[in-house]
């Protein structure tokens, strides 16, 4: 079953500028994890926060989570063409497994 | 280098003829799992597996079967595949059934097409 749901679907920015994305999810979790896949190939686990953090960084890229709203955003500042790829969230429910969205696809123009 | 190996990277098959897409991992994780990704749709757990001769079913494992007789390797069986079944899939593996700190580290994906 799909537990989250990014938005928007598609994102295009300018090189140099701030990329925001959200995921909004179902149940309770454990915790929230960002993904990065490029064109294709296997994605790459970015960042994860626990259900009792409300923010979290790592160089680059900022994530928030709000758990009354069950809803998490992922900004990633002084964006650069690398930054091109799917971005996805995934939570950890306690089933035995991550749930992950559709993505959100990133296109950073130079 | 840690990581997760699928073979093969692309197939084209026919329908009803059975394959075998193999993951193997070199990091001694105990949790592997199955996904299958189409447009849309996000990842789609097919099948897991919690350690070695303990597997189990995830969102859409029909038309699917695993088997995991060693730590490293978790291979996916098509017995009979069919034209739904034309999807990337990938492996992922990691300590933990959801990945902990380090999340889950992902083979770089089979592409089926079944015509």
């Known amino acids: 079953s799909q537990q989250g749901e990014e938005d928007p679907q598609a994102l295009s920015i300018q090189e140099g500028e701030n990329a925001t994305m959200n995921c909004s999810y179902k149940?309770?979790?454990?915790?929230l994890q960002w993904y990065r896949q490029n064109s294709g190939r296997g994605l790459v686990h970015l960042i994860l926060?626990?259900?009792?953090?409300r923010e979290k960084h790592s160089g680059r890229l900022r994530v928030t989570l709000d758990t009354s709203k069950k809803s998490s955003s992922l900004l990633i500042t002084a964006s650069r063409a690398a930054d091109t790829a799917s971005y996805f969230c995934?939570?950890?429910?306690?089933?035995?497994?991550?749930?992950f969205g559709a993505g959100t696809t990133v296109t950073v123009r130079a | 280098e840690a990581q997760v190996t699928q073979n093969p990277r692309y197939l084209i098959t026919v329908t009803g003829k059975k394959l075998t897409v193999t993951c193997s991992q070199n990091?001694?994780?105990?949790?592997m799992s199955w996904y299958r990704q189409d447009p849309g749709l996000g990842l789609r757990q097919i099948y897991y597996?919690?350690?070695?001769?303990?597997?189990d079913k995830g969102d859409v494992p029909e038309g699917y079967k695993v088997s995991r007789k060693e730590k490293r390797n978790f291979p996916l069986i098509l017995e009979s595949p069919s034209p739904n079944q034309t999807s990337l899939y990938f492996c992922?593996?990691?300590?933990?059934?959801?990945?902990?700190?380090?999340?889950?580290?992902f083979g770089s994906g089979t592409r089926l097409t079944v015509v």
């Open positions: 992922a593996s990691s300590f933990t059934v959801a990945g902990g700190a380090d999340g889950y580290t």
């Open positions: 597996s919690m350690n070695v001769e303990v597997t």
């Open positions: 149940t309770s979790i454990n915790n």
């Open positions: 926060i626990r259900s009792n953090e």
């Open positions: 990091m001694n994780h105990e949790y």
């Open positions: 995934a939570t950890d429910a306690g089933d035995y497994k991550l749930s």
